[in-house]
């Protein structure tokens, strides 16, 4: 019999992280742009040990932009191959944080983030890689349709 510590050492790990989607009335969505990437994304992050991709989600909105918001439905799963330096695949959960009027009460953490804007789906096509744009597309229709996205590699 194989020891339990042996087994789960053994298994494929992956890397869990979350973001919030967010619009504004017009329904642009919120993109904020890292200093340690060259593209946009959504406000979220990995997920630490013991916590729940919901709970991280709330987390990072409110480190990056200084907002509580309410972690609403989950819109879209995507499961991401492990890319450039991250050595493992990513599962990263995308949850609807509702709307802002504009971006009053904003506050981006310095440490992380150089900018932030709401942004069409086309004006994201020169802003985001491709897969990133397929989960803001996917996310806008989950919205729209009361449904969960599973957005394969």
Same mark, same amino acid.
């Given at each position: 019999?194989?020891?339990?510590?042996? =087994?789960?050492?053994?298994?494929?790990?992956?890397?869990?992280?979350?973001?919030?989607?967010?619009?504004?009335?017009?329904?642009?969505? &919120?993109?904020?742009?890292?200093?340690?990437?060259?593209?946009? /994304?959504?406000?979220?992050?990995?997920?630490?040990?013991?916590?729940?991709?919901?709970?991280?989600?709330?987390?990072?909105?409110?480190?990056? &932009?200084? #907002?509580?918001?309410?972690?609403?439905?989950? #819109?879209?799963?995507?499961?991401?191959?492990? #890319?450039?330096?991250?050595?493992?695949? %990513?599962?990263?959960? &995308? =949850?609807?944080?509702?709307?802002?009027?504009?971006?009053?009460?904003?506050?981006? !953490?310095?440490?992380?983030?150089?900018? =932030? /804007?709401? =942004?069409?789906?086309?004006?994201?096509?020169?802003?985001?890689?491709?897969? %990133?744009?397929?989960?803001?597309?996917?996310? !806008?229709?989950?919205?729209?349709?009361?449904?969960?996205?599973? %957005?394969?590699?």
């Amino acid at each position: 019999m194989i020891p339990a510590d042996v =087994f789960y050492a053994g298994l494929h790990k992956v890397i869990v992280a979350a973001g919030g989607f967010i619009t504004d009335p017009a329904g642009r969505v &919120l993109l904020v742009k890292p200093n340690y990437r060259d593209h946009w /994304g959504w406000p979220g992050g990995h997920v630490d040990e013991g916590e729940s991709p919901e709970a991280a989600c709330g987390r990072e909105v409110r480190e990056e &932009l200084s #907002l509580t918001l309410p972690v609403g439905p989950l #819109l879209v799963v995507n499961w991401v191959e492990p #890319l450039d330096d991250r050595p493992v695949p %990513l599962v990263h959960f &995308l =949850f609807d944080c509702g709307t802002l009027d504009g971006g009053d009460g904003i506050v981006l !953490q310095d440490e992380e983030l150089d900018d =932030f /804007g709401f =942004f069409t789906a086309e004006e994201a096509d020169a802003l985001m890689p491709s897969f %990133l744009v397929a989960r803001f597309r996917a996310a !806008q229709t989950a919205r729209t349709d009361g449904t969960v996205v599973y %957005l394969a590699p």
